[in-house]
């Protein structure tokens, strides 16, 4: 699909950032430096550091039917890859 860059202290909506519907089950790869992903409705607090550190190189799958999914890079730019999981 497409890859997705994360500024530094945002909360980043992945759904929204890889054009996909809230809900679609899909896979990110971390490309880049260690990010928090959150799985939530609403956007956390922007100082919260609540969540899943997914490490370089690492992937997570993301159900179906998911609330919504966030992604923040606690130091620098970082690169994830997002591509939908088709059942």
Do not use: C, H
């Amino acid at each position: 699909m497409a890859d997705i860059y994360v500024q530094p202290k945002q909360w980043v909506n992945a759904y929204t950032a890889a054009g996909l519907p809230v809900g679609t089950a899909m896979l990110l790869q971390n490309k880049g430096d260690p990010v928090l992903l959150q799985e939530a409705a609403e956007q956390p607090s922007a100082v919260s550091d609540d969540g899943f550190y997914l490490a370089a190189g690492r992937s997570v799958e993301v159900d179906a039917g998911s609330p919504g999914v966030w992604i923040k890079a606690p130091f620098q730019i970082s690169r994830l890859f997002v591509q939908e999981v088709l059942s």
